[in-house]
Every structure is written in structure tokens, then in C-alpha cells.
């Protein structure tokens, strides 16, 4: 079962979330193998960090839910809120399987909340998908009802990254930036 984590900064927590790096690093080792994206999301010109992505293949909800909340920044409050929400891998693949590598063009997350009554084929990518990094629906516990997008894009501009989802079938659209995770090579 595929999951989508979104642990977002809580004001002023930069110092908390540098000191807990390593603490944070070696806890996601532990989950290496299940990881289908993860990494880093900023804020303005001068890069403040905001949140940090996380997309996972597990067991279930409590396992997703053992994950989110028992990750070293959580739990010494570093974040303000988590977005944990079933998720659905529609292209089949992991960040290090992208085409475009990890360098080369800004990156960004864009999520779509849904609006109450999705339009068909809310969950279907977009034709031109060749600057997704990764892309899926946001579903219920159940995985029945589809709450929004999640996606990863390559894009020279906000602008141009808010275009991945279709406009007119979100209630909300919030664009990130975002990089590759993980320790530094």
C-alpha cells in the first residue's frame, strides 16, 4: 500500500531540524527500501526550509502511521501538521527512476486538494508527462475516495509546475519547492 507524508516545519524550527539530521537520516535508512520519493521542500529565494516529502510502499495504515509519527523531527516537535494520506503510484516508478536524473531544473511539489465533486479522470496525469518526477492521488484511509493529487515536477517556474494538475478540479492548489533527498553523496 502506497502512502504520501507530509511533514510540515513548524515556525522557527530550523535549528531543532538541523541538530535532528542524522536522527532523521538514519531513521529514513530504515525505510529505504520502500521509498518512492522523498526529500526536502523550501520556501522564497533565500531556500528556507518548510516540510519534508516522504512517499512509501508499506504494510498498511498503522504502519504508515508508525512512520509518520514516530520520525525523530515529529517527535521532538519540529513539524506543525502531517499530511498522511493512501496514495497511488500512477507511474509506476521511484524518483531514481526518473529520466531527468536528480540535477538539472528547479523541482517542486504541487498539491491538489479536491473540490467536492472530482471531475472524471481527476486521477489519470497529464498528457505531456515526461517532467513528472513522481505523480498520484491523494485517497481516504480506504482508498476509495480520491482527496486531491500529489506530484513531483521538474519546471522552470512555479507557474509552469502548478500546470501539472488540471485547473478547475481542485478547491486548492499549493506549490512547494522541492529536492532530491536523502544524505549527500
Do not use: K
Not at 520520525?71 to 516508478?93: C, F, I, M, S
Amino acid at each position: 500500500m502506497e502512502f504520501f507524508c507530509y511533514h510540515r516545519d513548524r515556525p522557527g524550527s530550523m535549528p531543532l531540524r538541523h541538530e535532528l539530521l542524522e536522527a532523521h537520516w538514519s531513521y529514513m535508512d530504515g525505510y529505504a527500501s520502500e521509498l518512492i520519493a522523498r526529500g526536502p521542500t523550501f520556501s522564497g529565494p533565500d531556500e528556507v526550509l518548510t516540510g519534508s516529502v516522504h512517499v512509501l510502499d508499506l504494510a498498511g495504515p498503522a504502519a504508515a502511521r508508525a512512520f509518520a509519527f514516530d520520525e525523530p523531527g515529529y517527535q521532538a516537535g519540529a513539524y506543525r501538521d502531517v499530511l498522511l494520506r493512501r496514495w497511488h503510484n500512477t507511474l509506476g516508478r521511484t524518483m531514481w527512476d526518473f529520466p531527468g536524473g536528480r540535477t538539472g531544473g528547479d523541482r517542486f511539489l504541487v498539491l491538489g486538494l479536491a473540490a467536492p465533486a472530482p471531475a472524471a479522470g481527476a486521477t489519470a496525469p497529464p498528457p505531456d508527462a515526461d517532467e513528472l518526477i513522481a505523480y498520484g492521488p491523494l485517497l481516504s484511509d480506504d482508498g476509495d475516495l480520491w482527496l486531491g493529487t500529489a506530484a513531483l515536477v521538474r519546471a522552470p517556474d512555479p507557474e509552469t509546475a502548478r500546470a501539472a494538475l488540471t485547473p478547475g478540479r481542485y478547491a486548492d492548489v499549493e506549490v512547494h519547492r522541492w529536492r532530491f533527498g536523502g544524505r549527500p553523496s
